[in-house]
């Protein structure tokens, strides 16, 4: 099986990315390949630490039936709708409606991931297929960004790590909330009543609020992410005594949370996004507020 390295699947070891495109192989097979002889790179033996480049022919003496047995499978294709705000060769920043999944449980689930893998399925990599490069709550709407190949993928991540990537959300709680504040707790996460909580023993979570406008039982906030636990956002304002409107799980009930991840600034560029219907709910609660323009537009995209 012969493989040409792109710059999707340039700069990683070769045997990460042999794993990658025959995920059900054996670790002791794939490492067998190498002690054989059996990877090229341009004609010559490799071993397994070998760096690959944009460019090379990798060539992997492998007989046709176990690539296809070992192989990795198709993208499933899945039908909706994908609303993009912004794209290019490197990253997809795409909008999330309110009770989409950002990634699938299980294959050929319906989710954002699904949906943008579906789009960019004539240019995905054998090797990559885009992903986020972090989450929102299924019943949280906005901004999800995407990278488009391996190096971008390392570039954010990094950014993410290093706190070069900052992510602001609009919520709307109940009470008054009267200056900003940095707020920091430690936060568990209990995987089988799909909760988080306060915990001394948790990981920390930090969160800036910055309230924009009040009514006479509820304030705006605008919510900035140091940190990035599950429903972090939610469970720092219900401590501190401001219910999320909507929330039925941290809150006092509804059909989903008022979340709105509306502003992101990454190495890449600065967005900010508000749905129509956001801005006039606003507008109709929060006669002073004063919100951002849009410096980018929706574009609906049928699959």
């Keep these: 099986m012969k493989r040409q390295i792109d710059s999707s699947?340039?700069?990683?070891?070769?045997d990460r990315f042999i794993r990658k495109i025959l995920p059900g192989a054996p670790l002791s097979m794939i490492y067998r390949l190498f002690r054989k002889k059996d990877v090229r790179v341009n004609g010559k033996v490799i071993k397994e630490d070998h760096?690959?480049?944009?460019?090379?022919?990798?060539?992997?003496?492998?007989?046709?039936?176990?690539?296809?047995?070992?192989?990795?499978?198709?993208?499933?294709e899945v039908k909706g709708e994908l609303h993009l705000l912004y794209e290019d060769r490197d990253i997809l920043l795409a909008f999330k409606p309110k009770g989409m999944k950002t990634t699938p449980d299980k294959k050929g689930e319906?989710?954002?991931?699904?949906?943008?893998?579906?789009?960019?399925?004539?240019e995905a990599a054998e090797a990559f297929r885009p992903s986020p490069i972090s989450r929102l709550d299924r019943n949280t709407q906005g901004m999800v960004l995407y990278a488009k190949n391996i190096s971008v993928m390392r570039q954010l991540q990094g950014a993410h790590r290093c706190g070069r990537i900052k992510k602001y959300y609009l919520v709307r709680v109940f009470g008054t909330m009267e200056s900003a504040r940095q707020h920091s707790m430690r936060v568990i996460r209990d995987p089988d009543k799909q909760i988080s909580r306060v915990g001394e023993e948790g990981k920390i979570a930090k969160t800036h609020f910055e309230p924009l406008a009040a009514n006479s039982y509820e304030t705006l906030v605008e919510a900035e992410l140091i940190t990035g636990r599950t429903h972090q956002i939610r469970l720092a304002l219900s401590s501190l005594g401001f219910a999320v409107v909507g929330d039925a799980k941290y809150g006092q009930g509804g059909r989903g949370q008022w979340l709105l991840a509306y502003r992101l600034e990454c190495p890449f560029g600065s967005w900010t996004y508000?749905?129509?219907m956001a801005r006039r709910q606003i507008d109709k609660e929060f006669s002073d507020a004063r919100l951002r323009a849009d410096n980018c537009t929706m574009q609906t995209i049928r699959l």
């Design 274 to 276: 508000i749905p129509i």
């Design 51 to 76: 760096i690959l480049r944009d460019g090379d022919l990798l060539d992997i003496y492998l007989h046709s039936d176990l690539e296809k047995k070992w192989g990795r499978e198709p993208i499933v």
């Design 110 to 122: 319906d989710s954002l991931t699904s949906r943008v893998q579906t789009y960019l399925k004539g």
């Design 9 to 14: 699947s340039a700069d990683q070891r070769a």
